[in-house]
C-alpha cells in the first residue's frame, strides 16, 4: 500500500464520529495548555494518560497527539501578547511577536502564527504519509543487531541535543535505563532492584514516571512563580495581515517548514531545535537583519511553521522505527505499548487502522486549530490571566487520582511524590527530565533487543561493528559525541593556556 492509498484509509478512521471529537479535544486541550504559561505538553500528557485508558488505541493516540501539536499553536499567543512562551517552542516567537503587540499589531502576528503552523503541519503530514511506508520497508529487514544500534543512537541524540551540560545529559539517560531494569528479570525471573518491597516486583509504571517528573515538578517549578500578569494590550487590531505581510512571510513559512520538518526526525530535536534554527537562517540571510528584534512579522512566521512542522514529523521515527525523538514521543509511545500496542516496523501491519487513522487525524486537527485559534483570540487572551495559584491545585488532584486509578495503590502515590520531588531537584541543578524519560522508555526494548543479539551470535560482541548498518549506525553516535565534546575541549585547553 502507498502513502497516498494509506492516508485515504487514514481519512475513514479518522472521520469516524469518536476519533473526530479525540482529535477535537486534544486540539482544544492543546491550545488551552499551549496558552497558559507553566503548563506544556508534556506535563499535560502525563497527566490525562489514565483518561485515555477507557479510549480505544487508536482515540487515545489521536487525542494525545492533538494536545502536542495544538501546544504548538497555543504557546504563541502567550508569547505574543505576554512576552511569556506558553511552550518552550514558542521562545523565539517571544523576540519579534511581543515587539509587534507593542505596536498595535498583535491581531496579525496571531494570525500569521496560526497560517504558518496550518501550512506547516499539513505539508508535514503529507511528508509522514510518503516517507513512513518506505522507511518501515526498510525497518523490517532489521534484526536485534540493527535494533540495538538504533536504540543507542536515539539515546545519544537525546543526550547530545539535550540543553545544558552532556555529562548531565548522560547522567539522566543512564538513570532512566536504571530505572527501567527495576522489577523482575523477563528472562530469568530474578528480582532486580526492587528492595525487598512487592510493590516493585512488576517494576515502577510508567504513568508514575511521567505524571511525577512531569506534572507534580512543574507544580514544585511554578508554584512560587508570578501570580498576576498584564497584556500588552487590551483590544487586538484586525486579525488578517495586510499584503505586504503576506508576502514577506511567504518565504519564512516555506523555509520554516522545510527546516522544521528535517529537524523533527532527529533524536531530541523536534519542534524546540526547529524553531530557533529557522528564526536564525531567516536573520542570516535578511536584507536587512536588524528588523529582527524590532517587530519582523518574518520572526513570527518562520520559528511558527518549524515548531509545528518539526512537532509532526517527529512522529515519524517513533511509529516506525519504535525510537521516540523526544520527551512527549516517549510518553506517546509508552501510552501505546500499556495498551498493548507497539511501535515501529510492524505497526503498519498489525493496526494499519490507527497508523494510518493518526496521520489522518493530523490533517484534521490542524484545521480544527485554524478554526478555533483565529476567532477565538480574545477568549484565549483573557484566559491568561488565571492566576497559577488556581491551576495548581487542580493539577495536583488530577496527577493523584490518575495514578490511583491505575492500580488502586496507595504505594503509587508514594512513588508520584518521590518522583516529583525527583524532577523539582533535577530541574533545580540544571538536568533535564526528557533523557530520562527516553531511556526509561527504552531501557526494556534495548535490553530485549541487546540479550537477543548477543544470543544469535553466541555472545559474541563484535557483532554490532561486523554487520554494516550497525557499525554505520554506532559511526553516527560515535560522531555525534565527538562532534559535542571536541568545543568543549578546545574551550578548557584555551582557557589553561590563558591562565
Known amino acids: 500500500m502507498s502513502g497516498l492509498e494509506g492516508l485515504l484509509q487514514g481519512f475513514q478512521t479518522a472521520f469516524a464520529p469518536g476519533n473526530l471529537l479525540a482529535c477535537f479535544v486534544g486540539t482544544l486541550v492543546g491550545t488551552m495548555i499551549g496558552v497558559l504559561p507553566g503548563l506544556g505538553p508534556v506535563a499535560t500528557i502525563a497527566i490525562l494518560l489514565p483518561a485515555t485508558y477507557h479510549l480505544d488505541p487508536t482515540s487515545a493516540l489521536i487525542m494525545l497527539a492533538g494536545i502536542y501539536y495544538g501546544a504548538q499553536y497555543g504557546g504563541s499567543t502567550a508569547a505574543i501578547l505576554l512576552n511569556l512562551p506558553g511552550e518552550a517552542s ?25 497560517i504558518g503552523s496550518f501550512f506547516a503541519g499539513c505539508v508535514a503530514t503529507v511528508l509522514i504519509a510518503l516517507f513512513s511506508p518506505p522507511l518501515i520497508s526498510m525497518a523490517q529487514s532489521f534484526s536485534a543487531v540493527e535494533y540495538t544500534a538504533l536504540m543507542v543512537l536515539g539515546l545519544v541524540g ?28 523477563p528472562e530469568v525471573g530474578t528480582r532486580r532492584m526492587t528492595l525487598s518491597l512487592p510493590d516493585l516486583y512488576d517494576g515502577i509504571g510508567f504513568v508514575v514516571v511521567a505524571m511525577g517528573l512531569f506534572g507534580i515538578a512543574e507544580i514544585l517549578r511554578n508554584i512560587n512563580g508570578a501570580q498576576s500578569r498584564a497584556l500588552v494590550a487590551d483590544k487586538l487590531d484586525k486579525p488578517w495581515p495586510s499584503g505586504e505581510d ?8 516555506w523555509r520554516g517548514t522545510a527546516l522544521g520538518s528535517l529537524l523533527g526526525v532527529l533524536p531530541g530535536g523536534g519542534a524546540i531545535l526547529s524553531s530557533f534554527a529557522a528564526y536564525a537562517l531567516e536573520k542570516r540571510i535578511a536584507r536587512d537583519p536588524t528588523r529582527f528584534g524590532n517587530g ?11 515548531n509545528n512542522a518539526g512537532a509532526q514529523t517527529s512522529f515519524i521515527p517513533m511509529l516506525t522505527l519504535g525510537i521516540p525523538a523526544n520527551a512527549v514521543m516517549a510518553l506517546l509511545a509508552g501510552a501505546l505499548i500499556l495498551r498493548g500496542v507497539t511501535p515501529g516496523p510492524n505497526l503498519i501491519d498489525d493496526r494499519p487502522d490507527l497508523f494510518w487513522g493518526v496521520i489522518a ?64 531537584i533535577l530541574a533545580a541543578l540544571g538536568f533535564e527530565a526528557g533523557p530520562l524519560v527516553l531511556g526509561y522508555v527504552l531501557g526494556p526494548l534495548l535490553e530485549e533487543n541487546f540479550r537477543r543479539a548477543l544470543s544469535l551470535a553466541d555472545g559474541d560482541g563484535s557483532v554490532f561493528l561486523t554487520r554494516p ?31
Request: with cysteine.
Open 246 to 253: 503576506m508576502r514577506r512571510s511567504v518565504g519564512p513559512i
Open 361 to 424: 487525524s493530523m490533517w484534521l486537527g490542524n484545521l480544527m486549530l485554524l478554526v478555533i485559534n483565529l476567532p477565538l483570540v480574545g477568549i484565549w487572551a483573557k484566559l491568561l490571566l488565571v492566576p497559577y495559584r488556581v491551576l495548581f491545585p487542580v493539577i495536583l488532584l488530577l496527577c493523584c487520582i490518575g495514578v490511583y486509578s491505575v492500580n488502586n495503590n496507595t504505594f503509587d502515590l508514594y512513588l508520584l511524590a518521590a518522583f516529583g520531588l525527583l524532577g523539582f
Open 158 to 185: 537525546a543526550m547530545v541535543l539535550a540543553q545544558g551540560s552532556l555529562l548531565k545529559a548522560f547522567a539522566v539517560t543512564v538513570l532512566g535505563l536504571l530505572l527501567s531494569l527495576v522489577g523482575t528479570d
Open 296 to 306: 519582523a512579522i518574518e520572526g513570527v512566521a518562520a520559528p511558527e511553521s518549524a
Open 90 to 114: 514558542s521562545v523565539v516567537t517571544c523576540i519579534d511577536g511581543y515587539q509587534m503587540a507593542r505596536q498595535g499589531r498583535a491581531g496579525k502576528a496571531l494570525a500569521i502564527a496560526a
Open 469 to 499: 548498518i550497525s557499525a554505520g549506525v554506532l559511526a553516527i553516535a560515535l560522531l555525534l559525541l565527538v562532534i559535542t565534546v571536541l568545543p568543549a575541549v578546545r574551550r578548557q585547553r584555551q582557557t589553561a593556556f590563558q591562565e
